[in-house]
């Protein structure tokens, strides 16, 4: 889409310094930028990259105006104008209502006329989809599941039978949602499967990643709420509920009936163990191993930064009798204090 | 299903104690139960919520029973009671045979006309599939597989060429068995790829989790033995084999030609390096990291458990020189030994 | 293939000791081996295997000769041999150009004659197949995607819009190149989706493994260099850039905007942060964490490798307290300096 900057900075709120009558029709990275494009600035260490830029504006904060030698639109959060410019020039394409003729629909179905249904794609009996939905080539949509408008299943998602999906869902290949989870009792030394009995339900705005899988309730639903973006290859286990707005990275796993708060953050492959409760504004670095439930909002860290291999080596094995070296810590300090305490020694 | 509480004591083989005629017909949390609800009791976390039930009826152990204000079904082993009363209650859906009309089955295939083969599926030549076997909605069963009786592929399974799996198998959507392992040769900075010959062989009871990989043997059979349950997002690493009934959770990885015994249970995120052996009847807690052979059953654990971020900055610092802190320690000790074996300083 | 080993040795540049009349027609375990299998001996753990083997020949290295009973094929590096032996004795079947009629192939795709399209692939406008690729069942080639001469794509693969593949790669079921990556703005407590308008490039001979998702760049395109072999369930983030050569072993997630240099191996379950360097001819060892930038070639390591759980508990707890440790021992090293300092008592 091409725009002229007056419009666009109409369309986006902010101010605009500079020719309003240029039109830009793309974002680019600042050194790629050319005279129809449109960048974000935010970050200082790319600040001769800003200084030499040749884009048509530059989207960043008051303070940054300065550094720009084109226009500029001044924002109070740059980066969610950019995201918002970014889709403005460059919208997702409009869903055509149909049905691919290989796709095969179940006659007990609901697809709302607007909605597309892509090749290869299998709906089964009871499923509802609703207005303006794309359900991508190779896609399964399980007996009595529920899509409701806008939603986007990209490619090969399968949604299990009854999971229901809120609007302006985008789910990405590969994604599983509703398999059977991980639930057995012991006979012996077998394992004998409890039957899972729960649902998923998606609120709205939610994003599932590619290859993520998400596990249905064994009784009670897995509730994934409104708001909530999940990034590829994450386990979300039977049961669990994720509430509005928290975000987590690539290869985090999640053990079944733990809770996570509100507008949480959880970084790649975290580890979160199973009946837990993280409450809201939680915020989990990377690789983080949770073996207990974190009631206070704040960050949390764990796990042992790379070094060397010969260093590592050394500490690692010093790791093993770590308790040791404390107690023998405390006895030095024992020894010592006793030293100091003596008695001077009187001279005869 | 609907069933009388004496007929279903008698099927389970466990005690009734309460009115026999009454009926239920389905499982139920403790909370949400209703009059025609069976419930199951095993953690006294819940003994506020089991003397409020309004079930029908409680699984429960002996020494649970005055807790109970409802009828109960009185287990030495409730856990398993429960597993079996969910399932007699919420049964599998049978399989009805027949082939979904756009399947593609390769000629050369034979499949049980019992078996029931679901829309998109492929099926290559040499394929043999048993009887009531379920292939469900895109699924791919590669040349030569042998899939046996009353087997369930959920849905976008992908076997690959001559992989086996044995009875009652239950495989999640997204799992991929038997693709070429990551095996290579340098040839000086690059890598040739080592033909990947074995197979896949899983075997009866298998369990194998959503957008889990098994990779194919290098030259022996990778092997699955029965009864063994995995996770969701796990892999397998070549030639690997994997003993009866050992059950593994989401997100671990096994690298190849590693042997892991019978019985063990691994938890969620685990790395096992390969070409090792684990015993029988080990224990991996989440996201051990296991580098050297464990011969000798029993619980093993590591990694560092979640702090606050800034607790964390300053110990992991220190983690760095913790053999430098442990030398410093040994130095300590001997000067102090030094001190108190000193001759006393006598006066002249 | 059947072949005689003086027209395999030959073929590989090496030297045969032993009977080039004798055929071999496949490559097997030492102790598998009868007498028209060839074998590699490469570690010394194996030495009584090859004495007692039954193999036709055995590739090794000059100075195993002697251990061996059978013909020799003698290499200076025989693992590599072995390779290229195994491939010439199981070669990949040949591709036969045509499409499947079960295949939905966009008209306004480009589809080499020579190149295979399987059952139920879908082949969306743009796309550009060159000669003998092979797309196997299941796949999605999205819109504009181009793959180069001799790739395959095994089965159930997923390239989005606009991904290129090199020559001759090799890309597993499940595999998902080229999805949106995870770039949020924050409007609030609420996230707003960033476009991701960079594509993929994966370079020649470049491997992917099965379920491994690798998203396109946010502006520039994510780039996967020549001879590059990623394993299974491997998160490449937006925008990273893996240089020649490199091979990632299976569960490694690597965030956005990192790149890494050429010829590196990077081992199971790592975790790289994003917008990181990591130099030429890094190695880094299973569940590494990285959390800097590394820029000295070399090995590097992190993570506490398991113990017994009652032993880590102690040390895992001692761990929280890492650094008071360390300055408590400070501090008694401050205090036996003084001790040692003071004035010798004199007496009176």
Redesign the interface.
Known sequence: MVIKLRDLADRLGVELRGDGGQCVH????LD?ADDVSLCFFGDHKYRAKLSATRAAAVILAEPDVPLCPVAVLVST?P??T???A??LL?PEPAVTGGI?P?A?VAREAQVDPSAWI???V?V?AGARIGPRVFVG??S?V?AGCRIDADSRL???V?L?EGTRVGKRA?I???A?IG??G?G????G???????Q?GGVQLGD?V?I???T?V?RGA??DTLIAD?V?L???I?V?HSCRID??T?M???T?I?GSTRIG??CTIA??V?I?GHLTIGDYVH?????????S?TEP????????????A?????????????E??R??EG??A??DR??NEP??E??
Chains 1, 2, 3 share one sequence.
């Not at 793309?26 to 990275?29: N, P, Y």
């Open positions: 793309q974002v680019e990275t790629r959060n980066y969610l950019y995201a918002r970014a889709r460059h691919h290989s095969v892509d090749a290869m299998v089964e080539p190779g399964l399980g990209v490619a090969r399968t299990c985008l990405h290949p590969g599983v398999r059977e991980f057995f009792a012991k006979d030394e077998r394992w004998v499967r409890i039957p009995l705005d994003e990643g590619a290859n899988t596990d009784l009670e708001g973006k990034d590829n290859l386990q286990g509005e707005n975000a990275a690539a290869c796993g053990s509100r507008s790649g492959a580890g163990a989990l670095t990377g690789m983080t191993m949770v073996t207990r974190v704040g960050r949390y860290s764990s796990g042992i930064p790379a070094m060397p291999n260093r590592w080596r050394r500490n690692a094995v010093r790791f093993r009798y770590l308790d070296i404390a023998r810590l030095l300090e020894e010592l030293i100091n001077q020694q001279p005869e």
